[in-house]
T-cell receptor, first 112, second 114 residues
Framework: SQQGEEDPQALSIQEGENATMNCSYKTSINNLQWYRQNSGRGLVHLILIRSNEREKHSGRLRVTLDTSKKSSSLLITASRAADTASYFC????????????FGAGTRLFVKA | GAGVSQSPRYKVAKRGQDVALRCDPISGHVSLFWYQQALGQGPEFLTYFQNEAQLDKSGLPSDRFFAERPEGSVSTLKIQRTQQEDSAVYLCASSQTGVNSPLHFGNGTRLTVT
């Protein structure tokens, strides 16, 4: 089962614009992570935000976390054609071990 | 250093055959995860190991699916009597200990059951 739900499912923007993706989840979490996947490849970790953090930045990435609403957002600023990929949020929580569950993803297409 | 390695990269099996998918995690990584990813979907959790202990196998779809990691390093996901609905990409990921350690993924094994 998947805990995270992302929206939009797909997003098409022009190069230079900002892209915002949202993620909602169901249970209490230890942290929330965002990953990127290029077609035919494995996922690559982008950024992690802990449950006691509200905002985090890494380069052109900005992540927010609202644990009261069980939601997170990923903002990619000044997008580039190379940012075209699928983006997934993943929540980590304890169930006898630390399980990591992924959402269905947002497919981002950046037009040059 | 080397990343997570999965083999084979592609596997075609006739319905009813057994398959074995291998994952070589990053050296020293304690945790190992298996996921199943259907086309256009997110990775679905299958099972999780910490060293050789299988801590969670709640995501395995049926008793035809079996995973092992006998020495706490290499892991094998075995699917018996494959069905067409087993066709998917199977992803392996490893991580260091610690709740805030990110997952490092292999490129997956694409299984096609004909």
């Amino acid at each position: 089962s998947q805990q995270g739900e992302e929206d939009p499912q797909a997003l098409s923007i022009q190069e230079g614009e900002n892209a915002t993706m949202n993620c909602s989840y169901k249970t209490s979490i230890n942290n929330l992570q965002w990953y990127r996947q290029n077609s035919g490849r494995g996922l690559v970790h982008l950024i992690l935000i802990r449950s006691n953090e509200r905002e985090k930045h890494s380069g052109r990435l900005r992540v927010t976390l609202d644990t009261s609403k069980k939601s997170s957002s990923l903002l990619i600023t000044a997008s580039r054609a190379a940012d075209t990929a699928s983006y997934f949020c993943a929540t980590r929580f304890y169930t006898g071990g630390f399980k990591t569950i992924f959402g269905a993803g947002t497919r981002l297409f950046v037009k040059a | 250093g080397a990343g997570v390695s999965q083999s084979p990269r592609y596997k075609v099996a006739k319905r009813g055959q057994d398959v074995a998918l291998r994952c070589d995690p990053i050296s020293g990584h304690v945790s190992l995860f298996w996921y199943q990813q259907a086309l256009g979907q997110g990775p679905e959790f299958l099972t999780y190991f910490q060293n050789e202990a299988q801590l969670d196998k709640s995501g395995l779809p049926s008793d035809r699916f079996f995973a092992e990691r006998p020495e706490g390093s290499v892991s094998t996901l075995k699917i018996q009597r494959t069905q067409q609905e087993d066709s998917a990409v199977y992803l392996c990921a490893s991580s260091q200990t610690g709740v805030n350690s990110p997952l490092h993924f292999g490129n997956g094994t694409r299984l096609t059951v004909t």
